[in-house]
């Protein structure tokens, strides 16, 4: 059952995470381990695996829950870029990278209130048969 609002939620968190991927090439925290890149990439599979993953709902929270505790991460990496990046003439705006976490925390904490909600709901057909 891909149709449901939960798979909408998630699917717009997978493209925060897209969104992150795209704009985060120019954040440099290690000169070896693109974190940021790697992070993006992690997020984009549990976000496929969570939403093709529709009938076992305790996995798809469990994958959602991993995918909030690693965007909390990547917001503070990248809270830490921006509180060391300099502005300038090199580069005059701070970047945009930050609020794609922080959107796809929103969305996965959204996802799972839905998938309770199904939880809840089958649950209680399984009570009156």
Same mark, same amino acid.
């Not at 093709?52 to 996995?59: L, M, T, Y």
């Not at 990496?77 to 930050?98: D, R």
């Given at each position: 059952?891909?149709?449901?609002?939960?798979?909408?939620?998630?699917?717009?968190?997978?493209?925060?995470?897209?969104?992150?991927?795209?704009? @985060?090439?120019? %954040?440099? *925290?290690?000169?070896?381990?693109? %974190?940021?890149?790697?992070?993006?990439?992690? *997020?984009?599979?549990?976000?496929?695996?969570?939403?093709?993953?529709?009938?076992?709902?305790?996995?798809? +929270?469990? *994958?959602?829950?991993?995918?909030? +505790?690693?965007?909390?991460?990547?917001?503070?990496?990248?809270?830490?870029?921006?509180?060391?990046?300099? @502005? @300038?003439?090199? =580069?005059?705006?701070?970047?945009?990278?930050?609020? =794609?976490?922080?959107?796809? %925390?929103?969305?996965?904490?959204?996802?799972?209130?839905? +998938?309770?909600?199904?939880?809840?709901? %089958?649950?209680?057909?399984?009570?009156?048969?």
């Amino acid at each position: 059952m891909l149709q449901r609002i939960q798979t909408i939620w998630t699917l717009l968190a997978v493209l925060a995470a897209v969104f992150l991927f795209i704009t @985060g090439q120019d %954040v440099v *925290l290690s000169d070896t381990i693109p %974190v940021i890149n790697i992070g993006a990439i992690v *997020l984009v599979i549990m976000g496929a695996l969570s939403i093709f993953s529709f009938k076992n709902r305790k996995r798809q +929270i469990l *994958l959602n829950t991993i995918s909030i +505790i690693i965007n909390a991460l990547l917001i503070g990496v990248l809270a830490y870029w921006l509180l060391n990046l300099s @502005g @300038g003439i090199h =580069f005059p705006e701070k970047g945009i990278e930050p609020i =794609f976490p922080l959107i796809a %925390v929103i969305c996965l904490l959204i996802a799972n209130i839905y +998938i309770r909600k199904d939880e809840r709901l %089958v649950k209680s057909v399984d009570r009156l048969r």
